[in-house]
Every structure is written in C-alpha cells, then in structure tokens.
C-alpha cells in the first residue's frame, strides 16, 4: 500500500512539473511527509532502477545486432544462438565488471578526495573558509551573505565538507548505503535477462522446418518473431526510462525504438553484404 502511495505522489510531482502547476506542486509535497532518510532512500531505488533500465538496453540492443547480422548473412540459425549465447554472457559479464570497476575507482577517488578537505580544514580552516568564500562569490553571491553562510557553516565540519566536495569538486555525498558492487551485478543480470528476449524465439523455434509451412521464399518466422519480441520490449523499456528523463512515454518509447532499430538494421545490412561480396558461401571463409 505505501508503494502505491509513493507511486502517485511520483506521478504528481512529475504531473506538477510538467503542467507547471505551482498549486498542485505545493499540495503534493505537503501531503508527502517524507523523512530525509525516506528520501534518499527513494533516490538509491532511483539508482538502482537505472541501472537495471541501461543495462538492459545494452542487452537487448547488442543481442539483436548479432542476430540481424546472422540473417542478414542468411546463416545457419544455429550461429545465432551459439554467437548470441556467448554475446550474452561475455559482454554481460564485461558490461557488470565494468560497472563495478569504474564505480569503484569513483568511489575511491572521492573518498580520496575528502579525507585530503578534511586534513585541510582541520589545520587550515581558516584558508579553507576563505576559499568557499570565494568560490560563492564567484556564483554571484554577495560578500555579506557569503561571509554569513560560509561563518555559520563552517562550525558543522561534515556539513562544510560536503559543501566543498560539491562546490569545488563537483562531488555529491556520498550515500552509506552506496556499494559499486550492487550496480555491477544489476547492470550483468538486467544485460543477461533483457539481452535473452530476442534469443526466445531461436531457442523455442529455430529448429522447426518453416520451409514446409509458409509458402514464402526466404521468410523466417523465428526471426520474425524475434524482431516482434524485441520491439515490444524496447517500447517498455523506453516508457519505463521517460520516468527519469521527464520526457513524454511515447516519444521516449519511440525513440528507444528507433536507435535500436536503427543498430539493428545496419548490423543486418553488413551482414547481407559481407556473406554476398566477401565470405565464401560454400566454405564460409574470406576470398584473399
């Protein structure tokens, strides 16, 4: 029940947002009554969906070129699950350690960065505070008002840290619960479970003899079906990711939709014209 309460209240705000209602904004955040904790603990979900929206954008998209170049090529169907199989798991593996590695390293570089502040301002506060001064004033803040907000934050040190991580540095704070290790498996199980959609069709029909059943030359159902299943998910995937972006579902969808389709149909193309111009037919090797 709290999740669908959150739920709309989400709605609204974006709702607000988007009609620029200023009433409607106000009433929501007073009816709201969440804690700061709550807060960024919705904004760690935020993250964490991310991850599981990218990731499987990467998946689905790269599986399917693969298989688009497979047909394109108008090889054996057994290519297509042998090179989409290990697609899926080699750079889904790549893309999760990936993940991990560079959010690590972040992390790291920013933990780096703060304990270097902290020695600072505890034996040099007061060239600290006048370097915040300064980078305040710089943002067009008066001298007066800098002075005052600078002095009075200077003697909560945790608070000033994060304010220099983030004025000088470009550093959010960084979240307790905040692990690069979570993200990475995220970012491999959202690229292996998206990246297995258009492999269904294969798994499920790529051995059926559709040569006996449509009577049209060159036509694969499997394929086909593929592309169908792929599509739709790129729709869903595109809407769902429209909630971060603010933008329009239907133009996210249909954008989403397009780029992968866009990729796909390249793939296919290069495939086509690699297998007619370069690679043997009969012997599946290059003419050097």
Not at 63 to 76: A, D, L, M, P, R
Not at 90 to 108: N, R, T
Not at 193 to 200: E, I, K, N, R
Not at 232 to 245: E, W
Request: proline letters at 3%; glycine letters at 8%; aromatic letters at 12%.
């Amino acid at each position: 029940m709290a999740d669908s309460t959150d739920n709309t209240r989400d709605q609204l705000v974006h709702k607000s947002f988007e009609m620029k209602d200023v009433d409607l904004s106000k009433q929501t955040h007073d009816a709201c009554g969440c804690t700061p904790a709550e807060e960024k603990h919705k904004i760690a979900q935020g993250q964490f969906i991310k991850s599981l929206i990218y990731g499987g954008l990467d998946g689905i998209i790269s599986t399917f070129v693969v298989i688009c170049s497979i047909e394109g090529g108008s090889f054996n169907p057994v290519y297509a699950l042998v090179l989409g199989f290990s697609n899926l798991v080699g750079d889904g593996i790549s893309m999760g350690v990936g993940e991990y590695l560079s959010g690590k390293a972040d992390m790291e570089h920013q933990q780096t960065e703060y304990q270097r502040e902290k020695w600072e301002f505890e034996h040099n506060p007061e060239g600290e505070i006048t370097e915040m001064i300064e980078l305040l004033q710089d943002k067009g803040v008066s001298p007066e008002d800098t002075e005052l907000i600078i002095r009075t934050t200077a003697k909560y040190p945790e608070l000033f840290l994060d304010q220099m991580m983030y004025y000088e540095l470009g550093f959010m704070p960084l979240e307790e619960d905040e692990k690069p290790i979570k993200k990475g498996f995220m970012t491999f199980l959202a690229f292996c479970a998206f990246g297995l959609v258009p492999m269904l069709s294969y798994v499920g029909f790529g051995y059926v003899p559709w040569n006996t059943v449509t009577a049209l030359k060159g036509f694969n159902p499997t394929f086909a079906i593929s592309c169908v299943a792929t599509a739709a998910t790129l729709l869903l995937l595109g809407a769902v990711k429209a909630r971060f972006s603010n933008e329009n579902k239907i133009i996210s969808s249909l954008k989403t939709l397009a780029t992968g389709g866009a990729a796909c149909v390249i793939a296919w193309l290069i495939g086509y014209f690699l297998s007619k111009y370069i690679i043997d037919e009969e012997h599946d090797i290059c003419n050097y």
